[in-house]
C-alpha cells in the first residue's frame, strides 16, 4: 500500500482511449492512494502545496505486451553477419542452455530495470525455460518463473507472467536436446505445473502457447481450457514464418490461425504475437472472434520476418498491442513509430493510425492484452502508473505541447523518460532508476556471467 500523494502533471494526455476523446491537457493534479488514481483535476495551473512536479508530458505507463527477457543476451551478437529466423534460433538457444534460477534472476531484474527506464510500467513475460538442461525438474517446478516474478517486483514494474506450453519441436516431432528443458511432456502436466503459480499485487498469472509447432493439435484446447477457466491471459506466437505456415498446412491441411480456431485458441482474451503470414480468411477469424495482435516490429525487422497486416487486423476488430520481444531494444515509442512507418513503406501511403492510436496500442490495449483492468489511462480509479517524457531533449523541443502525442510518437525516444511512477510511488525520478542503482553495471554483469 501507498500512502496519499498528489503529482501535478505539467501537461498530460487524458481522456479514455476507447472513446476517443484524447486530447493533452496543461496543469493537471492526479490524486492517489493505494496504488490507484482517486482524483484527476485538470485546469490546475501551479503545483497545489505538497504536490510533486512532473515536468513534460505525462502519459499511462507503457506496457510491453510481449517479452522474452533472456533475449536481452543476444543484443549485438546476433546482429553480427548475416542468416535468417532459423540461424538466429541456435544462439538464442545456446543463451537459454547456460540459465540458472539464479542468473535469470540477476538478468531479468536488470533487464526489467531497463524497461521502467523506457516508461515501462507492465512487462508481458512469454516465459518458457521451465526446467533445468536435458529437462530435468527443479525441486520447485516454478522456479524460474518464480525467479522472473521476483525481478519484476525488484526492478519496481509489474508483470504477467504468461508461462508457454512447449511441447514438442515440429508437427509430429518430440523435443530436441535444447528443447526438453521447455517441456512438461503434455499439456495436462503443464497445466498441473501452472496452477500451482500465485498472482501477487504485481504479478498476474497468464498461459501461452508457445506455436502451433511446439504444441499438439490435440493439446491445444487443454491450454485454451486451462486460461479459459481462470480468465487468464492467453497468448501465441501465429503465422511469424512462412516456413511454419506450410509445415501446418502440410500436417493438418489448414492454416495456424485455422487450426487455433478450430481447437478454441482464438478468442477476446487472447493474442496472437506477430501474426505477420496471414490469408484474408485468417484475418477475418482473428478480428471476429476479438483476438488481439501484439506487433513487436524491431524484432520482426531485425529477424527479417516481415511487415505484418495490423492495419487491416485492426479494421476486422483485432486490438493492437506492442511488445519489444527479443529486445533488440526496449523503447515502446520506437516500437509504435515503426508500426506506422513500416506499414507506410508497405503500402507507399501515409497516416494509417493517429499517434493517440497509437499510443493506445502503447498503454491501455496493451494493459489489456495483459489482463490488467482498469489500466493504461489516467482517470479516476486507473493504476497509478504513470510515464512522463521531457518536452526539452534535442529530440522534443520545438513543437507546441498540444502536439505532445505526435511529439512522443515520431520524435521521442526512451531517453527521454524522465519519470516512471508505479503504483502511485516513483521507480524512476530524474531519468534514474530508484531501485537499481547501476542499471548499465547490473545488465553488463548479469551478460557477462552468462558467457563464463
Not at 540459465?99 to 512487462?123: C, D, K, Q, S, W
Not at 493439435?217 to 505456415?245: C, F, I
Not at 490495449?365 to 480509479?381: S, Y
Request: charged share 20%; hydrophobic share 40%; net charge negative.
Amino acid at each position: 500500500m501507498t500512502t496519499a500523494r498528489t503529482y501535478w502533471l505539467e501537461h498530460a494526455w487524458l481522456g479514455t482511449p476507447r472513446a476517443g476523446g484524447i486530447s493533452i491537457e496543461p496543469g493537471v493534479a492526479v490524486e492517489v492512494a493505494d496504488g490507484r488514481i482517486t482524483a484527476v483535476r485538470p485546469e490546475t495551473p501551479a503545483p497545489p502545496h505538497g504536490a510533486e512536479a512532473l515536468r513534460g508530458l505525462t502519459l499511462p505507463g507503457l506496457a510491453n505486451a510481449h517479452s522474452h527477457a533472456f533475449h536481452r543476451a543476444l543484443r549485438g551478437t546476433v546482429q553480427v553477419g548475416s542468416g535468417t529466423f532459423w540461424t538466429w534460433r541456435e544462439v538464442m538457444y545456446s543463451v537459454a542452455d547456460r540459465l540458472t534460477p539464479e542468473n535469470y534472476h540477476r538478468l531479468a531484474r536488470a533487464v526489467y530495470a531497463e524497461m521502467a527506464l523506457a516508461g515501462i510500467t507492465a512487462v508481458g513475460e512469454f516465459h518458457y525455460v521451465h526446467h533445468a538442461p536435458g529437462g530435468t525438474r527443479y525441486a520447485d517446478p516454478n522456479v524460474m518463473g518464480e525467479a522472473l516474478i521476483a525481478a519484476a517486483a525488484e526492478a519496481g514494474i509489474r508483470i504477467t507472467l504468461l508461462d508457454a506450453a512447449y511441447l514438442s519441436a515440429g508437427f509430429g516431432e518430440p523435443p530436441g536436446t535444447h528443447q526438453l528443458r521447455f517441456s512438461d511432456g503434455t499439456a495436462e502436466a503443464w497445466a498441473a505445473r501452472c496452477s500451482l503459480l500465485k498472482e501477487r499485487d504485481h504479478a498476474r498469472i497468464g498461459a501461452a502457447v508457445h506455436s502451433v509447432r511446439a504444441v499438439p493439435a490435440r493439446q491445444l484446447a487443454t491450454v485454451a481450457r486451462w486460461a479459459e477457466e481462470r480468465r487468464a491471459p492467453l497468448h501465441v506466437h501465429l503465422s511469424e514464418q512462412t516456413a511454419e505456415n506450410e509445415a501446418c498446412l502440410e500436417a493438418h491441411g489448414r492454416t495456424p490461425a485455422r487450426l487455433l480456431a478450430d481447437h478454441g485458441v482464438l478468442g477476446p482474451r487472447t493474442t496472437g504475437i506477430h501474426n505477420t503470414h496471414l490469408t484474408d480468411q485468417d484475418m477475418t477469424l482473428i478480428g471476429g472472434s476479438g483476438t488481439g495482435t501484439c506487433m513487436c516490429p524491431t524484432t520482426e525487422r531485425d529477424l527479417a520476418d516481415g511487415i505484418g497486416p495490423a492495419a487491416s487486423l485492426q479494421r476486422r476488430g483485432s486490438p493492437l498491442s506492442l511488445g519489444s520481444d527479443s529486445h533488440a531494444v526496449i523503447d515502446l515509442l520506437e516500437e509504435a513509430r515503426a508500426l506506422e512507418l513500416d506499414e507506410r513503406l508497405r503500402t507507399r501511403t501515409r497516416g494509417h493510425w493517429t499517434a493517440n492510436a497509437l499510443l493506445r496500442a502503447a498503454t491501455a490495449d496493451g494493459h489489456a492484452a495483459l489482463g490488467w483492468e482498469r489500466a493504461g489511462t489516467i482517470e479516476p480509479g486507473a493504476l497509478a502508473d504513470l510515464t512522463t517524457l521531457t518536452l526539452e531533449s534535442v529530440r522534443t523541443a520545438g513543437p507546441p505541447p498540444r502536439l505532445g502525442a505526435e511529439t512522443a510518437v515520431f520524435a521521442a525516444t526512451a531517453a527521454d523518460v524522465r519519470h516512471t511512477i508505479v503504483a502511485g510511488r516513483h521507480v524512476v525520478r530524474d531519468g534514474a532508476h530508484t531501485l537499481v542503482p547501476d542499471v548499465p553495471h547490473a545488465l553488463a554483469q548479469a551478460i557477462a556471467a552468462l558467457s563464463d
